[in-house]
């Protein structure tokens, strides 16, 4: 379904395929409507991915068509991610689209930390 102008869900973009087993990830939790493993590129000691398991490409999409229980599922799974970088702190990021850069059209949250991250846009408006 096309949600907010973004293409229909690709069943074939990465994550979903790390879903389906088809690519390795390095899983850091599993719970029954999340998977959240570490980044393949990642910008900060700790950088891990967070994605329903669900097919939603957006945050459009997964917050207007997921269930409560998905919905409540995701979040706290990126809570449980979190939770150990909150005393140095840490950053959680969506990127959605192409003004966000989205590479990988499953709607996905990082969670990055570990190090000073810096300001949140390196660029101006
Ligand atoms: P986006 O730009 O869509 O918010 O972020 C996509 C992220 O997925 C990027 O940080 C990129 O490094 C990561 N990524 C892309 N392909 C793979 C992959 O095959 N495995 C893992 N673990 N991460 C990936």
Redesign the pocket.
Known sequence: MSVNGLPPYDTNN?FAR?LRGE?P??RVLETPHALA?????P?APT?V?VIPKGAYVSAADFHATATDAEIADFYRAVGQVGAPLETGGYRLL??MGHH?????PHF?V?VVGGRALGPMLKTPA
């Open positions: 990465i790390i690519i990830c390095k493993f570490d980044d393949i590129n910008l950088h991915l969506a990127n966000a850069g989205q590479e990988v996905h990082h």
